[in-house]
């Protein structure tokens, strides 16, 4: 057996032992992907195991991250910080080898992958950033930004729509260093791809503007070589390698089946299995010296990395100007007196619209932010005044067009600020339940991703229930680690701007208005904690809780309480999340305990209980909205001064 089909096989044995012994999981897949794996780790991918967070590396995807054994052996195989009792830990809690591969968690994993087609549609955001950053750094001669972005994805990544979506985004912007390797192997769950998947997959890639290759036989590895070689010297296009893979390769009975897909092999399909491949160890879990020693990335990767620092330090010497602003983006760090360059507003103005002018006012003194809007850059105001667009062939803007693709967007968002620069998107927020999947996923990740979400509630008016939020708000904030913003005003909006970017682990989600809204005054702290007073009194009868345009009819519905005797305190909450992580003192000195509650917001009350207790109100929408100008809308669902007076009139004693 040859060295090669020897760490072959090693890939394979090791996939099988882990999911035998954790009882869990899928062998077949890593058994037929590992001729291409082995290709492109040993001989393509630009790595350093001994540091992943080298910013020269070439980044590597699952996208099939039910096949997470895969990476788990190679990581382990070529030096990373994944021992053999990590990968005999497969599955198990707190073990640094997870069901899915998951970022934070295991040194090499670029991403957390498993809900198919976000590998394939993150990794858009990693070439798109890459190409961004060599646009604007690179020199003759210093060509800091020139990795390439790998992965390997599945019939299932190519069905999911977010692919479709990210695909065609790829090939309108050319991205000529994004090389997908398509594990063809035709078998899903429920069987034989057939039976639901018929389309001529390569055939639409070649359509999406890729470029497109076949290899016939998956485990004819100077084929797969060949095919990556030709990918990397087309550099005007993504590429796809479509290898057709037997998916539990070398298994006698389970073979090219759907049940080598998601279950064990079993104990003596295994030993068969290892026979069949002229496996000779019988223990488990067998790494054969010289596999381990042939695929040790360590000392290779050591070399790449140290020419790549002393190419980053020639660089500085030549060009110090621009090695200071690129480290700056790197790090993402804002300047000390960032709250003095922040725009104060004095006048009414939309929260969508003061969100521009504070994005805006940010991205001059933060040059590592770029984004864009799932074509509605004009309503969210997300573009960045005279900046040029990303285009192919240019990247150096820091406009993107991202065309209606909200799913494929926010992925890309994750890629982008995956790779080390921060990345936001804007669309309308009844299209949050179109990202959705994105966002949580950069909330489980633990990445800073930006989400401006206009057009907030019914206050959008006359394009009616279809477009008027509801439950959006509920949802967002349901997801942990999400940061969720509702302004109250143009102040309450630049603050929470400078909140979200300060937050480099938590994604923001910025729920705007179309409508104008009264100002408040400025109050930077008090947003960061989420909830403070902006109408205070002594020894309050009633407090009124509210976000956004709600803030400004709580103030109103104060006054006229004020006329029926009755003392009324009012909170902004912009943030619930900021609240809650408030410590108590603070949490009683808003809102304060023993007095009655009413919160107020034009959405769905689910989430305010917590707020107002059972003997509390909430004024919301318990359903969905109506097509016409939002002042009727307003006072027909009963957000309305006599309304906030009727409720709380309802929910205190009657004084005698």
Not at 64 to 69: D, F, K, P, R
Not at 172 to 191: A, F, H, Q, R, V
Not at 274 to 303: I, R
Not at 528 to 557: F, H, Q, T
């Amino acid at each position: 057996m040859s060295l090669e089909t020897l760490s072959i096989n090693t890939i394979r044995t090791l996939a099988m032992d882990a999911v035998q012994k954790a009882n869990s999981g899928h062998p077949g897949a890593p058994m037929g992907m590992a001729p291409m794996a082995y290709t492109l780790w040993q001989n393509f991918l630009r790595h350093n195991p001994k540091n992943p967070n080298w910013m020269g590396r070439d980044r590597f995807i699952l996208s099939a991250g039910h096949a997470s054994m895969l990476i788990y052996s190679l990581l382990h195989l070529t030096g990373y910080d994944l021992s053999l009792d990590d990968i005999k830990n497969f599955r198990q809690l707190h073990s640094k080898t997870p069901g899915h591969p998951e970022y934070g968690y295991t040194a090499g994993v670029e991403m957390s992958t498993g809900p198919l087609g976000q590998g394939f549609s993150t990794g858009v955001g990693f070439a798109l950033a890459e190409a961004h950053l060599a646009a604007r750094y690179n020199k003759p001669g210093f060509e800091l930004f020139n990795n390439y972005t790998y992965a390997i994805v599945s019939d299932g990544d190519l069905m999911e729509g977010i692919s479709h979506e990210a695909a065609g985004l790829a090939g309108n912007l050319g991205l000529g260093k994004m090389i997908y390797l398509y594990d063809d192997n035709g078998i899903s769950i429920e069987g034989h791809t057939d039976i639901a998947f018929t389309d001529d997959s390569m055939q639409r890639f070649e359509a999406y503007g890729w470029h497109v290759q076949k290899v016939a036989d998956g485990t004819d590895t100077a084929a797969i070589a060949d095919a990556l070689k030709a990918a990397q010297a087309v550099t005007d296009k993504p590429s796809i390698i479509a290898v057709r893979t037997v998916i539990g390769h070398g298994s006698p009975n389970k073979a090219d089946s759907h049940d080598a897909h998601g279950a064990p092999l079993g104990g003596e399909e295994i030993k068969l299995t290892k026979q069949n491949l002229g496996w000779e160890a019988t223990e488990d879990f067998y790494v054969p010296a010289e596999v381990k020693s042939h695929m040790d990335a360590s000392e290779a990767g050591a070399q790449l990395e140290a020419a790549w620092n002393d190419l980053f330090a020639r660089y500085t010497e030549q060009y110090p100007q621009e090695a200071a602003e690129l480290k700056l983006v790197l790090e993402g760090n804002l300047p000390e007196n960032i709250e003095e360059l922040l725009p104060t507003f004095d006048k009414p103005l939309a929260t969508r619209a003061a969100s521009g002018q504070s994005l805006n006012a940010i991205a001059k003194v933060f040059p590592g932010l770029i984004g864009g809007s799932a074509d509605l850059a004009p309503s969210n105001n997300t573009e960045l005044k005279g900046v040029n667009w990303i285009k192919k062939g240019d990247y150096s803007g820091r406009n993107i067009h991202f065309g209606v693709r909200e799913h494929g967007m926010a992925a890309a968002l994750n890629g982008i600020t995956l790779y080390g620069i921060r990345a936001y998107g804007g669309t309308f927020l009844i299209f949050s339940d179109y990202l959705k999947p994105s966002l949580r996923l950069s909330a489980l990740m633990g990445i800073g991703s930006i989400y401006v979400l206009t057009h907030d509630s019914i206050g959008l008016g006359e394009d009616g229930p279809t477009h008027q939020p509801i439950e959006q708000l509920a949802s967002l904030r349901a997801t942990p680690n999400v940061l969720v913003f509702r302004p109250a005003d143009a102040n309450e909006t630049a603050a929470a701007w400078l909140v979200a970017i300060e937050n480099k682990t938590r994604p923001s989600a910025l729920a705007l208005s179309r409508q104008n809204l009264p100002i408040l005054p400025r109050n930077i702290e008090g947003v960061r904690k989420g909830a403070y007073p902006v109408r205070d009194v002594e020894n309050p009868d009633v407090i009124l809780i509210a976000s956004g345009s709600e803030v400004s009819l709580a103030l109103k519905g104060a006054e006229a309480l004020d006329a029926e005797g009755i003392k009324a305190k009012v909170v902004s909450m912009p943030s619930m999340e900021l609240f809650r992580e408030q410590d108590s003192s603070y949490k009683n000195s808003v809102l304060n305990p023993g007095v009655k509650r009413v919160a107020i917001e034009a959405a769905s009350p689910l989430g305010w209980h917590e707020f107002v207790g059972l003997d509390g109100a909430i004024i919301a929408m318990p359903g969905f909205g109506a097509s016409a100008p939002a002042d009727l809308l307003f006072k027909e669902f009963g957000f309305t001064a006599e309304n906030v007076v009727q409720t709380v009139k309802g929910i205190l004693p009657v004084k005698a």
